[in-house]
C-alpha cells in the first residue's frame, strides 16, 4: 500500500509520502514515492506515487528520458513544459504510454494496471497548483474548496483533513495535520510506513522551501504521536457520558 | 453504504448502527439496520447487517420464520438455538440460503451478492459474544486483544477505535467512542446517515440496558460532535510546529 496526500493552501504547498511497497504481506520493500525535478526560480515540480510499483518507475523513467512528440520529433521532458498544466497532461501521456506498452500483459495475468499519482508545483510566471493523476492519465486539479488530494490507502487519513483543512491554513499547520493524517494511516494500515518524505513549497519561490525525510525514530514526529494520542485521548474522556436511559 | 459497529469490553457489549441506505447516490433511503431479538433473561441477541438489502432483509425474515433442518424435519429459528455459537452457525446457514435462493440470479446480472453482519448477545447460561458473519457464512469473534468488530464503511472510524478501545473500557466510554467513530464516518462517507440506532447490553444480564435511536439533532449527540470538532482543533494547534529546515 501507500499513502500521499497534498495539501494546497495560500501559503504554498506541501506534499507528504511514506516508503513502503509490498507484493503480499511476505514482501515488503523500501522505495522513494516523492520525487522531485527542481530548478530554482525556473521549476519546482513534486510528484508522489501511488499504485504498481513497476508502472510508476517506468512513468517517471520517461518524464526524465522524454517522449518523442508524433508530429514535430521533438523529444518532451518535464522539464520541457511550459506551465503546470502541460505537465499534468504530460505526466498523463506517460501513463498511458506504459499503458501502451505493459498494460495487454497485465491484463492476460488479471494484474491490475494500478497508478496515481500527485503532481505538485509550480513554473516561473505561472501559478503554484496540485493535481491529482488517474491511471487513465486524465487529472483534477485542488481548489480553494478541496485544498487537499491522497492517493493510495486514503480513507483512515481523511477526517482529520475534513475537518481542519481550509485554503487560508498556514503552511506549517497543513505540514502538521499531513503529519497527523500519515500517522492514522499508518496505525490502522501496515501497508504504509516509515520514513516519511515530504516537501513543502511556497507560493511563487519556485524552489522548495523544505525538502526532507524523517527516519524512525525521528523525535518531532515521535512527540507529534504522543501529543496527538494523548490530545485523543483527553478529548473522548472529557465528553460527557451518554444520558441515554432504557 | 451503512456502517456498523459492535465492541465488546468487560462490563458489556454496544453496538451502533445508521440507517441510511442508497442504490446509487439519487436512490437513498432509511432502513433500520440493528435488529434485536429479545426475550429478557432467556436470549438477548442483537443483529446489525451491512451490504445489499434485498438480501439482508431475507436473512432476517429467514432468522425469524426459520429453516427446516434437513436431517430432523424440524423448524429451527433464531429463538431455538442454544448458544451464541450455534446462532453465529444458524445466521451463516440463512445467509448461505440465501445465496442458494438469490445467488445465481444475480450473479448473471453482475451484482455482487454482499452481505456482512455484526451478531452480538448472550443466551442465559452462556457467555456474552461479539460475532461478524460474512457474505459466505463463515465468521470470526471478537476477543480481548480484538474487542471491536465494523461491517461496512470501517476505515473512517477505525482510527479512533484503534487508540482507545481496550478491553477494559467502561461500557459508557465504548458507546461514546463507538458514536465519535460513527460522526467521524458521517463526516467522510454521504452514504452513512442520521438516525443512528444504539444498543448497549451488560454482560450477565440477558436483556437490553440501552436501546436508543439517535434523531438528527438529539442535544447529546450534535454536542458530541461539537465537543470532539473542537477539542481536535485544539489538539492539532496545540502540537509545535514542525522544525525541520532545508
Redesign the interface.
Known sequence: MTYCVGILVKEGLTMIADTRTNAGLDNVAQYRKLHVFERPGERMIAIATAGNLAVSQSVLSLLNEGIRDPETGELETIHTQPSMFRVAQFVGRAVREVFRIDGPALEQSNTAFEVSMLLGGQIAGGRLRLFMIYRQGNFIEATEDTPFLQIGEH??G???L???IKFGTNI??A???G??SMD?TM??NLGVGMPID?VTIRRDAVQHD???RIEPGEP?FH??RE???A????????????????
Chains 1, 2 share one sequence.
Open positions: 480513507k483512515y481523511k477526517p482529520i475534513d475537518r481542519a506549517e499547520e505540514l502538521k495535520l503529519l497527523i492514522s496505525r490502522s515530504l523544505l525538502l526532507h518531532y512527540d507529534l501529543r496527538w494520542s490530545a485523543l485521548r483527553a478529548a473522548h474522556q472529557g465528553i460527557p457520558k451518554p444520558p441515554y436511559k432504557g
